[in-house]
């Protein structure tokens, strides 16, 4: 049986962010033309080989919402044993992934430019990922925005099949609010256990530092996916 064999189809109603027209800048706006070949990944509604696609077998990372790539740009840089796939709907952030990536050399990268939810449901074979990292998501702090917020149970539903037994994920958040509403969620699915603390390191974002320099505590949430009933 499939992990995700008993997983109900995530039905996308409500999505978890805006698509907002920034300003390309002229770097941007060329690495979007001349370095999506070399790594970025059209989303397309098939799933992905990732052996091929990397050219190996390895195990491999998946980061919603990666913003301007600092991160993973780093966490690739740090672990050239291990893949990543970026996923992010903003052009500017796509577009300054793929300059950090291309400067590093990082043959190890990624990048899809689509909804998060669909990559994985469509792209992304069952239990193919080593994790997941999810930082700094958009809290959506006003009540009547909650259902915007990414975690929600069809999510972790889906998260949970495309995870493989073992594999972790790793959110962080400088919202008290979110962090409770995270907790809440992902303890409601028997397919995740919390962990004392994140499996890898990461450097801190502009994003990260302003909350920090808001006065925010930093919320490290680490779920291990493990075992349970729906499983064979």
């Not at 969620?185 to 801190?204: L, Q």
Request: include cysteine; aromatic fraction near 8%.
């Amino acid at each position: 049986m499939s992990p995700a064999a008993d997983i109900p189809e995530f039905r996308r109603t409500v999505r978890s962010f805006v698509r907002r027209a920034g300003r390309l800048t002229a770097g941007q706006k060329s690495a979007l033309a001349e370095l999506w070949p070399k790594y970025g990944v059209d989303f397309a509604a098939r799933i992905l080989d990732l052996d091929a696609l990397f050219g190996r077998h390895a195990p491999c990372i998946m980061e919603i919402g990666f913003g301007n790539g600092e991160l993973i740009a780093e966490m690739a840089a740090n672990a050239p044993d291990m893949d990543f796939i970026g996923v992010e709907v903003h052009e500017p952030g796509v577009g300054h992934c793929l300059m950090l990536v291309d400067a590093r050399n990082l043959t190890n990268v990624r990048i899809i430019r689509h909804d998060a939810v669909e990559v994985l449901r469509d792209q992304i074979p069952d239990a193919a990922l080593a994790g997941v990292n999810l930082f700094f998501p958009d809290p959506w702090p006003k009540k009547r925005h909650h259902k915007r917020r990414i975690i929600q149970p069809d999510f972790v539903a889906l998260l949970s099949g495309k995870i493989r037994i073992g594999g972790a994920v790793q959110i962080a958040t400088d919202w008290t609010g979110y962090a409770e509403h995270i907790e809440a969620i992902v303890a409601a699915n028997p397919s995740f256990e919390a962990t004392d603390g994140p499996p890898t390191g990461r450097c801190v974002t502009k994003f990260e530092q302003r909350g920090k320099n808001l006065g925010h505590g930093i919320h490290e949430l680490v779920y291990r996916r493990v075992r349970c009933t729906q499983d064979t």
